[in-house]
């Protein structure tokens, strides 16, 4: 079978899947996320050999120990897949729920109900617990998912796939509700993106390289970020101890994550005041900073900004400072450099506080807490399927709401227009 032949087999599968999950019970859903995690338990040993297979190569192809450390299944990350899944079952479910239901002078009644969207292609690198928790959001929402992992896991991958399949049949739904490409060819991507006929979405989870060509080659609807160039701005009115707090938990809490401040602005009324303190704590974390004029004159011995820094998503020990004259300026570098994800703002002047969460355009605005809380578990939706920086269906972490659409509903009685 040829590699178009093979990826149009399971857009037909994923579609017919498709159907039977719209007329699908909660019960049967939750059912199958249950039959799911009783598989995985039981077929442990066969995915830790799975896993050992993907490790063994990974290090004989020079893969980085960070890209190792994401590749790994150990048993207390199994433990970890195994609960997310009965996690997702106890989430309310929002598929069939009814909104807005209103009378209309004719008589008739005009609502909106939740529903799924169809289709799911979900492409994702090296962690395979993603495959778990793709394949539970997707399936709680009523959705079938084709899922491609990277060929860094693709035994782990194929085995998870597995067990998948065995608790799918326990609950009688068809094999088609979660399939898991298994081809490491990079032109399954491309195939997989261009699926107009059977593919509703697609949810790049990855690198910008990833997500860049998935935008190039995609002829469906895509859910994603590019990147997470993530601000906190230290207002003139901020309680500097409080900002002190957020500004080091924002960058040292996690570094490799797109919800991560990569650049700390500082109103100049009170650079003076919290940089030093800062640029201590910073170097007691081991983060290198680079700065503006301004900011190396406060904090000496750092490196020089260049213009590149400014719009760099590090994912790394490295913070990019920049002294700003004022609140306007603090925006107006914000919209220059900001990719859209998420933005803080630490002050006590709740005027300003409100202005900045209606003039920051971004999918995720805070005020007076850390850019680490833009996460789906975070935001009480008990999962996320990634982040999505576009402003149109969903926006921000994209949970099992972002997974669903609306459609109108018209309840009558016979009525008829005039």
């Given at each position: 079978m040829t590699l178009d032949s093979y990826m149009q087999e399971l857009g037909r599968a994923a579609r017919t899947a498709s159907r039977r999950l719209a007329a699908s019970t909660t019960a049967e859903r939750n059912g199958a996320l249950h039959a799911i995690a009783g598989a995985l338990?039981?077929?442990?040993?066969?995915?830790?050999v799975a896993n050992a297979e993907d490790l063994a190569r990974g290090r004989e192809r020079?893969?980085?120990?960070?890209?190792?450390?994401?590749?790994?299944?150990?048993?207390?990350?199994?433990?970890?897949?195994?609960?997310?899944?009965?996690?997702?079952?106890?989430?309310?479910?929002?598929?069939?729920?009814?909104?807005?239901?209103?009378?209309?002078?004719?008589?008739?009644?005009?609502?909106?109900?939740?529903?799924?969207?169809?289709?799911?292609?979900?492409i994702y690198e090296s962690r395979p617990n993603v495959t778990v928790d793709a394949a539970a959001l997707c399936l709680k929402a009523g959705n079938a998912s084709i899922l491609r992992g990277?060929?860094?896991?693709?035994?782990?991958?194929?085995?998870?796939?597995?067990?998948?399949?065995?608790?799918?049949?326990?609950?009688?739904?068809?094999?088609?509700?979660?399939?898991?490409?298994?081809?490491?060819?990079?032109?399954?991507?491309?195939?997989?993106?261009?699926?107009?006929g059977y593919v509703d979405v697609v949810v790049p989870r990855g690198g910008k390289g990833l997500i860049e060509r998935v935008l190039a080659d995609a002829?469906?609807?895509?859910?994603?970020?590019?990147?997470?160039?993530?601000?906190?701005?230290?207002?003139?009115?901020?309680?500097?101890?409080?900002?002190?707090a957020i500004a080091v938990n924002a960058k040292t809490q996690r570094y490799g994550t797109c919800n991560t401040m990569e650049t700390l602005l500082v109103d100049a009324a009170v650079a003076d005041s919290v940089l030093p303190g800062l640029g201590e704590a910073y170097r007691e974390a081991g983060v290198e900073l680079r700065g503006c004029k301004r900011s190396c004159a406060l904090l000496p011995g750092i490196r020089p900004a260049t213009e590149a820094d400014w719009s760099e998503e590090y994912l790394a020990p490295v913070l990019a400072v920049r002294v700003v004259d004022d609140y306007e300026g603090a925006l107006a570098h914000i919209a220059r450099y900001g990719s859209g994800h998420?933005?803080?703002?630490?002050?006590?002047?709740?005027?300003?506080?409100?202005?900045?969460?209606?003039?920051?355009?971004?999918?995720?605005?805070?005020?007076?807490?850390?850019?680490?809380?833009?996460?789906?578990?975070?935001?009480?939706?008990?999962?996320?399927?990634?982040?999505?920086?576009?402003?149109?269906?969903?926006?921000?972490?994209?949970?099992?709401?972002?997974?669903?659409?609306?459609?109108?509903?018209?309840?009558?009685?016979?009525?008829l227009r005039s």
């Amino acid at each position: 079978m040829t590699l178009d032949s093979y990826m149009q087999e399971l857009g037909r599968a994923a579609r017919t899947a498709s159907r039977r999950l719209a007329a699908s019970t909660t019960a049967e859903r939750n059912g199958a996320l249950h039959a799911i995690a009783g598989a995985l338990d039981g077929a442990r040993e066969r995915i830790a050999v799975a896993n050992a297979e993907d490790l063994a190569r990974g290090r004989e192809r020079g893969l980085d120990p960070a890209l190792l450390d994401r590749l790994e299944l150990t048993p207390a990350r199994i433990d970890a897949m195994l609960a997310g899944l009965g996690e997702v079952a106890a989430l309310p479910d929002p598929v069939g729920a009814i909104s807005d239901l209103a009378s209309r002078p004719s008589g008739i009644r005009v609502g909106r109900m939740r529903v799924p969207l169809g289709v799911i292609g979900i492409i994702y690198e090296s962690r395979p617990n993603v495959t778990v928790d793709a394949a539970a959001l997707c399936l709680k929402a009523g959705n079938a998912s084709i899922l491609r992992g990277g060929s860094e896991a693709l035994a782990s991958n194929t085995a998870i796939a597995g067990a998948i399949a065995e608790g799918l049949r326990a609950m009688a739904l068809p094999a088609g509700t979660v399939q898991v490409v298994d081809t490491a060819d990079r032109a399954a991507v491309s195939a997989l993106v261009r699926m107009e006929g059977y593919v509703d979405v697609v949810v790049p989870r990855g690198g910008k390289g990833l997500i860049e060509r998935v935008l190039a080659d995609a002829r469906v609807p895509v859910l994603k970020h590019l990147h997470g160039v993530c601000h906190v701005y230290i207002d003139a009115a901020a309680d500097l101890a409080m900002a002190h707090a957020i500004a080091v938990n924002a960058k040292t809490q996690r570094y490799g994550t797109c919800n991560t401040m990569e650049t700390l602005l500082v109103d100049a009324a009170v650079a003076d005041s919290v940089l030093p303190g800062l640029g201590e704590a910073y170097r007691e974390a081991g983060v290198e900073l680079r700065g503006c004029k301004r900011s190396c004159a406060l904090l000496p011995g750092i490196r020089p900004a260049t213009e590149a820094d400014w719009s760099e998503e590090y994912l790394a020990p490295v913070l990019a400072v920049r002294v700003v004259d004022d609140y306007e300026g603090a925006l107006a570098h914000i919209a220059r450099y900001g990719s859209g994800h998420t933005e803080a703002i630490v002050t006590a002047d709740h005027g300003r506080a409100m202005r900045f969460l209606r003039e920051v355009d971004a999918s995720s605005v805070m005020v007076n807490a850390s850019t680490r809380f833009a996460d789906g578990h975070e935001y009480g939706l008990g999962a996320e399927i990634g982040i999505s920086t576009d402003k149109l269906h969903a926006r921000g972490p994209v949970g099992l709401e972002g997974l669903t659409s609306q459609k109108w509903i018209v309840l009558g009685e016979g009525h008829l227009r005039s």
